[in-house]
């Protein structure tokens, strides 16, 4: 088992990271970095929690080997806010009571924003499809497609 | 007398959501301490097995690892019911379940914790295993908790509420139906977790994600012999619970007995895997059902009896058995009632409570009954329901008192909304709805353990510079019972929620509450909630009153002002109000507390169903079925819930909205199933949850019916929603299909098979058919409750 030095920016930050073979992006993030935004709830890819956005893709930093992401620029819930405002998408998840116990939020939240990015005015359809991966067990997912879309349509100036 | 409130019934968001979508909210696994050892726990590979020996040594010398226990370090017994105490943190001497924590580790990191279990050298000697029923209930297999062989019966009940035998011989139609309802489990997003911290000066603090500090806390002072004093349970924000982190768990008890013994912090957070096995979610319920009608569907008498697999231990078990016989008359007036049922031990994780706790199994039965026999006597669903729906303010045969019930008012509702009479056996095939309703508790009238004390206290201090700290043991799983405290509280002051300081769940700081489970927190919490700030509310406004030399009841308290009512210019700040009362009174600080009405009736079971006060449900589902393939496509929910008062319609909307998700998951996907006594799948991959693709839209009413005694005439909205709708489901496949599935889940391969069956001209069901050959003993008549009046 070797060590490597990883080098990723996080967040607009840059860090380097002493980790092994083995050590995932989501270890990395929760354990090295402190950012314990980023949730786990299976460790194994099945449920969404650890959604990261890497290179602008979002992926299950879980199953994610920190290796596999050197030289990467990586974003992660705490890096969603923009000058210290909260992204639209934070707003509408609180204000619609998008969140209840709120563990799977922050990958929901990045699920959500890699999804307005790609598609900025999603039809509640489009928005169930893209947060398939993303498990909640409170909501029942219906104020959080709600919330995206609200955020959706302010994003738009409507 | 309309009431007009300035935060209750307002749509606000949670007191901490911004913290949730900003990621700042910290879970137990989010935290660390200095010099903190990581734990794990050994599980056992052996579904029923005597341990013969436990050699740690070879871990214990491993480098890295600081401290190795085994079920002999802590040896004393618990269980979340006094009377089921049956549980050890690590095994002794015994398995009873293929994943049963077995030794404990701690290490100064995850992957020498990891390498430490596979040296520790566990010798079993596997004994025969109880599976099913039948075994449980067969003479030539080993005692579960005992020695030598026989029935694995944990406990039986046989309730028998005015003479039901009088009740079918008078009446026009008797129907027998067997049902069954698989297990299912909680599958909270975050898995349990606990640190705990034993200081130099004799103190330890567990931080949990518990639904019970207070029970926790009481179990770590028997366990591991601390004066209560000593020990402070603390629980952190909560990622979900549904009733899966309401037992005592063995790893807060490894985690507090290894810092203990290594004098470091110790954290144990649960794999996916290990909260499949800890489970203590739905008992699978194998049902009988023997019912009365007269012709126009009125009940005349009824049998229920329930078989429950309860798995390896005790849990909530007692409990669950009663449960599972005691709500059916909160929603139907039965004059004539027998309940018995029984509960056995099986080599299986052990099951327990979750949301609608022993209800939401005998709900399907009956709710599917219904409708068998509506469609027999040709009643249409809604008919049938109206006819025997309970009343407002009475008694039910099994002693359970009612106040508000807007039952009725939820069916007529969800009927009108959903088109269920235009729509019932007239759409096409494939197509159909189903209705069915449900009721539930806003509270257990009694503690878990017997005590005269209140059931929930709350404290209030202001500051002099205004601002108001809540204190409450409460503790918010994501049901938002923070934000109702705070709501409740800012509605008597006449301030804002947002602006109130919550402290919860934490027994160092915070006056007990009971936990998050039974529905109670709103009633109760809220309850205590209205008396403390009731009292700080009379005190600042007395002081004002006497500033403006003025009478108290012309003073009002609102927006973040206190005076006068109607007269700006004779008016005070709320924190100037304060100051006022501080210097006339001292201190501003006050506590309110909430015991239940003396409920229970004077018979064995009596103390399980009674509440001071039932929600009710009623739900249309309808569903698009494919035939060939038996998938089913739920197009739209409809729920109506009597809330009693939407304290924040935001959040009780947001869960109807998680119970009818549940519901469906129960419905069509979920099945804590075993292969043997090996569980098929632990793991999210393997147990199906809904995604977001699986979800229908829902339309939901709040039902407002002003329960006398609630706060603010609030009732419970946690778990009652999720009752309906799983026979919801049940009977709109039949309406779609002409099809019965009686068991839960229903899944394509039963629909296919009933299907087979019609094309074969045989009926079209699958479900069980057959209940085990066993003998109730010890019925306890019961005699009707006094103004009981028979239909």
Known sequence: MADHILAIDVNGDRHRVLVTDQRTLLEVLREDLGLTGTKHGCDVGECGACTVLVDDKPVLSCLVIARQVDGSSVQTVEGLAHDGKPDLLQEAFAELGAAQCGYCTPGMLISARSLLDDNPDPTTEEVQAGLAGNLCRCTGYIKIFDAVRLAAARDRGL | MTQSFSVVGKPLPRVDSMDQTMGKTQYVDDMTLPDMLVGRHLLSIHAHARILRIDTSRAESLPGVRGVITGSDLPITYGILPISQDEHALAVDRVRYVGEPVAAVAAVDAATAEEALGL???????????????????????????????????????????????????????????????????????????????????????????QVPHYVHRTLEKVLELPAGRIRVVAPAIGGGFGGKTDPFSHELTAAKLSMVTGKPVKINLSREEVFYAHRGRHPVLMWIKTGFENDGTITSMRFKTFLDGGAYGSYGVASLYYTGALQPTTYRIPNYRFEGVRVFTNKPPCGPKRGHGTPQPRFGLECQLDKAADHLGIDPATIRRRNAVEPFSTTVNHLRITSCALVECIDKVVEESGFAGKHRQLPSGRGVGLAVGAYMSGAGLPIYF?????????????????????????????GSTTMLATVIAESLGLEPADMIMVTADTDLTPVDLGSYSSRVTFMAGNAAVVAGRKIRSRVVQAVADELETEPGSIVAEHGRVGVAGDPDRSVSWADGVRLAIAATGPLVESGGYTAPKLAGSFRGAGVGISPAYSYSACVVEVDCDAATGIVKVERVWLAHDIGRALNPLLTEGQVEGGVYMGLGEALYEEHAFRGSLHRGPSLLDYKIPTALDMPPVETFLIESDDPEGPFGAKEVGQGPLLPVIPAVANAIHDAL??????????????????????????????PVTIPDYEFTRLTRVEVPEGFVTP
């Open chain 2, 120 to 210: 520790i050298d566990v010798e079993y000697e596997p004994l025969d295993e109880v599976v099913t029923l039948e075994q449980a209930f067969a003479d030539d297999r080993p005692i579960l908790h005992g020695d030598g062989l026989g029935q694995n019966v944990h406990r039986s009940a046989a309730l028998e509420f005015g003479d039901v035998e009088e009740g079918f011989a008078r009446a026009d139609y008797i129907r027998e139906d067997v049902f069954f309802f698989g297990g299912n489990t909680h599958a909270a997003l975050e898995t349990h977790a606990a640190l705990a911290s034993y200081s130099q000066t004799g103190k330890l603090t567990l931080w949990s994600s518990t």
């Open chain 2, 451 to 479: 005590n005269d004390m209140p059931q929930s206290e709350v404290q209030v201090k202001v500051d002099r510079g205004g601002g108001v700290t809540v204190f409450s043991m409460a503790t918010d799983i994501g049901q």
């Open chain 2, 738 to 767: 002409g099809v019965r599935i009686d068991e839960v889940p229903i899944t394509p391969p039963k629909i296919v098979a009933a299907l087979r069956e019609v094309s074969r001209g045989r009926p079209g069901r699958v479900g």
